[in-house]
């Protein structure tokens, strides 16, 4: 299939910082879509816009999960693109601050307001009458608010309110105790009963909630509800075990932690943003496989390492020449640890951790209690539990510890 000017990109260097999504989006509005593949074996990473042959207007080439490369097509516009061109540059990649809102949960009740100076970040009770989780455990819905950059058309700036909203309650689960987690992306449906033990009525159901909290964006933080969330110094604050029954408390730096994740370099950006992914998918999966979250633990770990360095070494069992990372794997897990919790990382129980993760990974072992044989405190369970714990506990301040380190520019 012939395009014409497929050497030619159209994206400028100086539109590096913007967001494929929201990229994506505009050509969505002003082209049109769906988009068409080529159809061609191997060409996979090229989308035609709005669709192929004579009607492609331009040609989306993709690296990884971002969009690398634009190029004319067959029915390219200059007039069209010229005036794509001035949005992206005045509107999408500039463009007035205000407030985004949605709905988070926490496993610790949230009984009033806390507020970053610096950050612009809010988080608030829910307004009265507003659906409520009977136990201490959560999840606990609460308003989150947050500086969000707007845009022309609706569904840019909208995306960007859900994008910021989730990556930002991923931020809080491990800058806060407990867990903090925002509705699933997909609708995921199951039976339930709202009373076991008597009468039970069960339904097939679908997972979600709602509740009237206002505008999803306004031009102003909203005004605090009832008291200010109490803030305890950082080494008290995670040293705190269980739930008290106090509602949510934050540590003195959470402000300055928001600002320091901000400060990323778009590199240390993208890798924090798939470590905490990671940690959220090991709470996710506590209930329904703790095989696959340690795995995910580990995951979240292997997020902020590099690579060691590769080199070619012979094998007298194989005859031949094999790649080898130097350091390795596990070695690179073990000197995160060490690197970023420093008196509490033990080269045995970091080889065991990583250890236990391959055996999962590998599809040669699973956690005791997955095979339903986790009887009280037998030593396979009992060991494993302890790894699980002290890996997720680890997992958690050596991210702290990353961001403190890796954050860039000046700090609150």
């Known amino acids: 299939m012939s395009q014409s000017g497929l050497g030619r990109n159209l994206l400028k260097p100086e539109w590096s910082g913007l967001d494929s999504n929201d990229l994506r989006l505009l050509l969505d509005a002003q082209i049109g879509g769906p988009g068409q593949y080529s159809g061609q074996p191997g060409d996979n990473d090229r ?9 492609c207007r331009v040609v989306l080439r993709f690296e990884g999960n971002r969009i690398s490369v ?27 601050i205000e407030v985004g809102r949605d709905i988070s949960f926490s496993s610790f009740r949230v009984t009033g307001w806390w507020r970053g100076r610096a950050s612009g970040v809010q988080i608030r009770r829910m307004p009265k009458r507003s659906p409520a989780c009977p136990v201490e455990g959560g999840p606990h819905p609460f308003v989150l608010e947050f500086p969000l950059q707007l845009a022309p058309e609706f569904q840019i700036w909208n995306g960007r309110r859900l994008r910021e909203h989730r990556k930002l309650s991923l931020l ?62 950082p ?68 997020s902020l390492t590099d690579r060691g360095a590769i080199h070619s070494v012979y ?29 509490q990382s033990l080269k045995k129980r970091r080889n065991d951790m990583y250890g236990l993760r391959s055996d999962i990974l590998h599809g040669s072992h699973l956690i005791a209690f997955d095979e339903g044989r986790a009887y009280g405190w037998d030593p396979p369970w009992n060991e494993q539990r302890e790894l699980h714990a002290e890996l997720w506990r680890l997992s958690q301040v050596a991210l702290r510890s990353w961001l403190r380190q890796a954050s860039v520019g000046p700090q609150p």
């Open 47 to 55: 989308l035609f816009l709005p669709r192929a042959d004579e009607n």
């Open 70 to 96: 634009i190029q004319p097509g067959s029915g390219f516009d200059q007039a069209q693109w010229a005036q794509i061109s001035d949005e992206i540059d005045t509107q999408l990649l500039v463009g007035p």
């Open 172 to 233: 809080l689960n491990v800058l806060l105790r407990g867990h903090i987690s925002t509705q699933g992306i997909q609708h995921e449906h199951f039976w339930a009963s709202d009373n076991w033990r008597k009468n039970p009525i069960v339904k097939f159901v679908q997972r979600g909630y709602f509740a009237k909290i206002g505008r999803i964006k306004q031009p102003r933080l909203s005004k605090p509800l009832g008291g200010p969330l109490e803030e305890i110094e």
């Open 235 to 302: 080494a008290e604050y995670y040293s705190l075990q269980g739930n008290n029954g106090k509602g949510m408390r934050v540590p003195a730096d959470l402000d300055e932690s928001i600002v320091r994740y901000r400060s990323l370099s778009p590199r240390d950006r993208e890798r924090f943003d798939r470590a905490l992914y990671w940690m959220d998918v090991a709470s996710s999966q506590w209930t329904i496989s703790m095989s696959a979250s340690f795995a995910s633990l580990v995951s979240a770990v292997e």
């Open 315 to 343: 094998c007298e069992q194989c005859r031949d020449q094999r790649e080898h990372d130097a350091p390795g794997p596990t070695a690179l897990f073990r000197n995160f640890f060490e690197t970023y919790a420093p008196g």
